[in-house]
């Protein structure tokens, strides 16, 4: 989808809860694995802030937390400003990339379908960059598309995707160009690449946490 097209975007909510498994219950495993270690007046880090899903989930779920939200569209976080509404005095929200995050340290971050959209040299940077904004010990937690890359695996994993995803009355053309978008634009890894590349930028205790067909969802440490 375009992230800066308002119709896309007035749409964002409805479509990702219809394609993401599990969404919501994503965003409460996600607020009980940083409880876990994060204060009760926790400072937390949101990269991907736009919409507001998860910054609404974490911010009810504990009243005493603040966030810094941070992502690179404007229209994006103006629908998270409008789901937040009064939890919002609690969310500074920022325009941005990792970039443009404060430098904190931070008690705890979150990466929510968003790492999927970064190449892997610029996936590994980001999450430099949030270990680097994190105290020792803080957990981040991420996830996002990641299956098999390539071959015939990587094939039926998005036809599965395609299967979950797309709404009554698709037709077989719009699944397949659906399937040839995702492998033309996503650069997706496997999960033993991601799981690489959080050990690489320096997280430690690596667990998966969420698995729903095409995502995969894991928490890590800052050493």
């Known amino acids: 989808m375009s992230f800066t097209d308002p119709a896309q975007v007035a749409d964002y909510i409805q479509r990702t809860e219809r394609i993401v498994p599990g969404l919501h219950d994503l965003h409460k495993m996600a607020a009980l694995l940083l409880a876990e270690r994060a204060p009760s007046a ?3 880090l949101v990269l991907g802030a736009g919409g507001g899903l998860e910054l609404k989930a974490l911010a009810e779920r504990q009243p005493h937390w603040r966030f810094t939200g941070v992502d690179p569209s404007m229209q994006m976080l103006d629908l998270a400003r409008t789901l937040l509404g009064p939890l919002g005095e ?3 929200l920022h ?3 990792i970039d443009s995050a ?3 340290p931070f008690d705890a971050a979150t990466c929510l379908l968003t790492l999927h959209f970064l190449a892997k040299d610029e996936r590994l940077r ?3 960059e949030l270990h680097r904004r994190l105290k020792p010990g803080a957990p981040l937690v991420v996830a ?4 098999p890359n390539q071959g015939p695996e990587q094939d039926l994993w998005l036809m599965r995707n395609a299967a979950f995803a797309s709404p009554a009355g698709t037709t077989p053309e719009q699944t397949a160009n659906n399937i040839a978008a995702m492998k033309a634009h996503l650069p997706v890894l496997a999960p033993e690449q991601d799981v690489a590349l959080l050990r690489e930028a320096g997280f430690v205790d690596v667990q998966l946490f969420y698995c729903a067909l095409t995502f995969k969802g894991w928490v890590a440490y800052r050493a």
């Open 126 to 128: 980001t999450l430099r």
């Open 90 to 92: 609690r969310v500074m």
């Open 102 to 104: 404060a430098e904190g």
């Open 95 to 97: 325009e941005g990339y």
């Open 144 to 147: 996002h598309h990641s299956f």
């Open 42 to 44: 926790a400072e937390v």
